[in-house]
């Protein structure tokens, strides 16, 4: 016995579905034929139902392009994040390596004028005995000496004074063939003649052991001294040249202050010899 031919669903919804969708592609045919003919017949009528429907649509077919674009540029704009942070590192790595140069840069410019400022103190030298290193300098013992590189060979003797760019630095005590030691202002046995700028008060530089200098008046009871007086070799005593940069003061007192050295040993790397102010010979054939 031949079975019969099912029917597309037993359900009516199916049915009812299926009655639906030929019923639209019906309608649809109609309503395009519809307009197809209005756009022959009466283009003007045509035109406004397209500028209407162009309404209704516009919308949507912006949201649907802007949806569209957005989920596109999703992988640019993560391609445009990381091109960014690797332009970014790189400019990191240029400002750094820029810095680095900067630094350099300051610090040949601080080279250059420190040894512009040396050239200058030795063409102003009257009798300048040898441009020596200071290979090294006592800081933390009470008594401060350094060290140079120069000695007997080089025309060092005992008791010539040493100085550097920015002042006084000591006087040679002992020579060797190559080198010398130089006893500096900040030793407790360190004694300088001073004179305050610019009113030329009379005064005594002696050292202390622990970095600064103690300067008192000659004349004690009278002299008063201010935060920032600075100090001079006066040329009494026949060692230091007179106009030598030596300390200044750090606090106000009467009488006695405490100062700090213009000139530091344990930051420079060469400094002057100088001959004595007034030769060894010449003072010992003064009449007493």
Do not use: C
């Not at 669903?9 to 592609?25: H, I, K, P, T």
């Not at 640019?76 to 680095?100: K, P, S, T, W």
């Not at 009798?127 to 060290?147: F, N």
Request: glycine fraction near 10%; proline fraction near 6%; hydrophobic fraction near 40%.
């Amino acid at each position: 016995m031949a079975s019969r031919p099912r029917r597309p669903g037993f359900s009516r919804r199916a049915q009812y579905g299926q009655f639906a969708g030929y019923v639209v592609l019906v309608a649809g045919g109609l309503v395009a034929a519809l307009l197809l003919m209005l756009s022959r017949l009466d283009p003007t009528t045509f035109g406004a139902f397209r500028s209407a429907a162009g309404t209704v649509t516009t919308p949507i077919s912006s949201g649907l392009g802007w949806a569209t674009r957005t989920i596109a540029s999703i992988p640019q704009g993560v391609g445009d994040y990381f091109g960014v942070m690797q332009r970014n590192a790189a400019l990191r790595r240029q400002i750094d390596e820029n810095r680095a140069q900067v630094q350099r840069a300051r610090a040949l410019l601080y080279e250059n004028r420190r040894l512009k400022r040396l050239l200058g103190v030795r063409e102003r030298a009257d009798s300048p005995v040898v441009t020596a290193h200071l290979v090294s300098s006592s800081a933390s013992s009470t008594r401060r000496y350094a060290v140079l590189d120069a000695g007997r060979l080089s025309g060092v003797a005992v008791g010539q004074p040493v100085r550097g760019p920015e002042g006084l630095i000591g006087r040679v005590v002992e020579v060797g063939i190559n080198n010398a030691r130089v006893q500096l202002i900040t030793d407790p046995e360190s004694v300088v003649p001073v004179r305050r700028v610019p009113d030329g008060l009379p005064a005594i530089a002696a050292g202390r052991g622990d970095g600064l200098i103690e300067i008192r008046a000659v004349n004690a009871g009278s002299a008063v001294f201010h935060p920032g007086d600075t100090f001079f070799t006066s040329g009494i005593g026949g060692i230091f040249s007179p106009n030598v940069p030596v300390a200044r003061a750090i606090r106000g007192a009467r009488d006695v202050t405490q100062a700090q050295t213009l000139a530091h040993a344990d930051t420079f790397d060469f400094a002057i010899v100088e001959r004595s102010f007034v030769a060894p010979e010449t003072l010992a054939e003064r009449p007493r």
